[in-house]
């Protein structure tokens, strides 16, 4: 099927037109993870993962176990699943990638095999995929789908969140919408929850742009932006505060881990930017930056000028090893992101 939109692989999935392998990525971690586990629902359905789903991390993956699951036959079923979270072609060893490549090409009829990347950056902060990644990438397009999921404009995202709020029981202008997904800087991850919130006061009626303000106009954006600089400062005791502030606003942790992630990478960009001489218009061209978005770049290099490059890249590899601990651990996640911004507050200059 190739390299597909968001909207292609959608019609397909629909149709019941699946292909053996998949490849999903992007900025928007909320829709590639929800579209591999919908995906994965439609191959083995709800009662068949116990028997015919198998599930990989990406970091650590064993590629010769993987390939004898895929190799297995479906349990009194049509198809069975494997998936591989966080897969990074540039970590594996020429032989992995070799047997990778193999695998993809040539996988049995009854397996769907589905890559997906939550926090796994395959473009290692570049606008495009490294060359190992982007190797097994267009092996993947070749004999299955790939699709990139970027986050929608707040205009793209206003009927969904119309929609969201008819389903919760109340209704918002699409222009308060649109207005809502630019505060959180089209985060479906924090839109959906936030908008739980405030659906909860609207209590039936209408979500104003007044009640938007009240409850969300908190500055969140601007919030998480000054937790992140905090972390990079040292300022331990001021990254718990603004973090606890997060959480009496009922900021779920994954959520938050995401948004302190991203912010963390823009500083990170801006920061390796400076120290190859350039500067905010190369940032946005070079990684594609939408409009709606050029004021976290500009923010960004505002505030990175202290802070060394080594230190930034540190304490985003803390945040991914975090979100790799949260979805494999049964402890309590705001517990563990509190322990991992300490981490971060404590990672080395360089």
């Not at 919130?197 to 969300?216: F, H, P, V, W």
């Not at 005791?237 to 009496?248: G, N, P, S, T, V």
């Not at 945040?319 to 563990?336: C, F, L, N, P, W």
Request: aromatic share 8%; net charge neutral.
């Amino acid at each position: 099927m190739a390299a597909v939109t968001d909207k292609e692989l959608f019609s397909a999935l629909r149709s019941g037109d699946y292909s053996n392998v998949y490849w999903f990525y992007g900025h928007d971690i909320d829709s590639v993870e929800k579209c591999a586990k919908q995906l994965v629902k439609k191959i083995v359905g709800k009662d068949g993962e116990a028997y015919n789903l198998h599930s990989f991390q990406g970091d650590g993956l064993d590629v010769g176990e993987l390939m004898d699951s895929c190799e297995m036959l479906p349990f009194f079923a049509e198809r069975q699943c494997c998936t591989v979270c966080d897969i990074n072609a540039e970590q594996l060893s020429a032989e992995d990638n070799k047997a990778l490549l193999s695998l993809v090409a040539d996988l049995p009829k009854e397996t769907v095999l589905i890559f997906y990347n939550t926090s796994a950056d395959i473009c290692g902060g570049k606008k495009v995929p490294t060359p190992k990644n982007k190797k097994l990438l267009d092996a993947v397009a070749k004999h299955g789908t790939s699709c990139c999921f970027e986050p929608k404009t707040p205009a793209e995202l206003s009927k969904t969140i119309c929609s969201r709020a008819a389903k919760l029981g109340c209704s918002i202008q699409p222009q308060n919408a649109a207005y809502l997904a630019e505060l959180y800087n089209s985060n479906m991850v924090m839109l959906s929850n936030e908008l739980e919130k405030l659906a909860s006061y609207a209590n039936g009626g209408e979500i104003t742009r007044e009640i938007i303000d009240m409850l969300s106009a908190d500055q969140l954006s601007s919030t998480i932006f000054d937790l992140s600089k905090a972390i990079a400062l040292f300022d331990t005791k001021k990254a718990l505060r603004l973090m606890d502030e997060l959480f009496l606003q009922k900021t779920e942790p994954i959520s938050l881990l995401y948004a302190v992630t991203s912010s963390l990478l823009d500083m990170y960009r801006a920061r390796t930017a400076l120290n190859a001489g350039k500067y905010v218009d190369d940032i946005i061209r070079d990684f594609a930056y939408p409009k709606n978005r050029e004021f976290l770049v500009k923010n960004a290099v505002r505030d990175v000028r202290s802070i060394p490059a080594g230190r930034l890249r540190r304490c985003v590899m803390i945040a991914a090893e975090t979100d790799r601990i949260m979805k494999s651990s049964s402890g309590d996640q705001q517990v563990i992101l509190q322990e991992a911004v300490v981490k971060m507050a404590a990672a080395p200059r360089n």
